[in-house]
């Protein structure tokens, strides 16, 4: 896989360094028993350092994905304009990698994205399953979160090609707005629900755009007030005495 998904996470049982107590050597025989079941790289798996439940995304861990990932010349790399993407308001994928960029307008993007709707989707539909098959609970934590990564890193390939040619059109002479309609409307869904669904991404984008406008309207203003302000206005005019 050209960039294979990687884990990042505060839990200390992923650590496989550590003291060499009996207590350190059995949690690291039960991850390395896992990592191989799984098929997983331990290069695939971050202990960072602090603590939590959620690791949150930003440009320090993009870093990582792309230290670990190989991307093609003259690849374009599509996102939704997220923070991890930016870093003091500036792009940092092409600092990166050097490839070129297309953006998703955020709003909209979770709708026409082949990981959001059948990758990611397929992925953790097998995780859940297995959830329920082996009755895991939070202890089991750690296998939980090896198991989602192996589903996400050995997914059916003709699949996953399939997905990315539906939904770029890839083949296509030319970029159909029938085709992008269809993708939106997808002929699963009943009349009534292909509507909803449709006029709720119509109208999470022109909320987008909406916002978009008001923050250039914001941002000009501020500029025409700080130019006018550094401007000293004359001084009135004194009236004859007749």
């Known amino acids: 896989m050209r960039t294979p998904p990687l884990l990042f996470t505060y839990d200390r049982r992923f650590r496989s360094d550590g003291l060499t107590t009996h207590r350190r050597i059995t949690i690291n025989s039960h991850l390395n028993a896992l990592m191989d079941r799984y098929h997983l790289e331990p290069w695939q798996v971050h202990v960072l350092s602090g603590s939590g439940t959620y690791v949150k995304e930003c440009p320090a861990l993009l870093r990582l994905c792309f230290d670990r990932w190989t991307i093609p010349e003259g690849a374009t790399i599509f996102s939704d304009n997220g923070n991890s993407f930016f870093e003091s308001g500036r792009?940092?994928?092409?600092?990166?990698?050097?490839?070129?960029?297309?953006?998703?307008?955020?709003?909209?993007?979770?709708?026409?994205?082949?990981?959001?709707?059948?990758?990611?989707?397929?992925?953790?539909?097998?995780?859940?399953?297995?959830?329920?098959?082996?009755?895991?609970?939070?202890?089991?934590?750690?296998?939980?979160?090896?198991?989602?990564?192996?589903?996400?890193t050995y997914p059916v390939e003709s699949?996953?090609?399939?997905?990315?040619?539906?939904?770029?059109?890839?083949?296509?002479?030319?970029?159909?707005?029938?085709?992008?309609?269809?993708?939106?409307?997808?002929?699963?869904?009943?009349?009534?629900?292909?509507?909803?669904?449709?006029?709720?991404?119509?109208?999470?984008?022109?909320?987008?755009?909406?916002?978009?406008?008001?923050?250039?309207?914001?941002?000009?203003l501020r500029s025409f007030s700080l130019t006018h302000s550094s401007v000293s206005p004359a001084p009135p005019k004194k009236k004859s005495k007749e």
Do not use: M
């Not at 955020?106 to 990611?120: E, G, K």
């Not at 009943?190 to 250039?216: G, P």
């Open 91 to 152: 792009e940092i994928i092409p600092d990166l990698c050097g490839a070129s960029t297309a953006h998703y307008n955020a709003a909209v993007h979770q709708y026409l994205s082949p990981n959001d709707n059948h990758h990611h989707g397929a992925a953790k539909r097998k995780w859940r399953g297995k959830w329920v098959e082996k009755r895991w609970t939070s202890k089991d934590s750690v296998e939980s979160d090896l198991y989602l990564l192996h589903c996400l």
């Open 159 to 220: 699949a996953v090609q399939g997905y990315f040619a539906k939904s770029f059109q890839l083949g296509q002479e030319t970029v159909s707005k029938r085709r992008c309609e269809a993708l939106v409307l997808d002929a699963t869904f009943r009349k009534r629900s292909r509507d909803i669904f449709f006029s709720n991404c119509r109208r999470q984008h022109a909320l987008a755009l909406a916002r978009l406008r008001l923050r250039k309207r914001a941002k000009n």
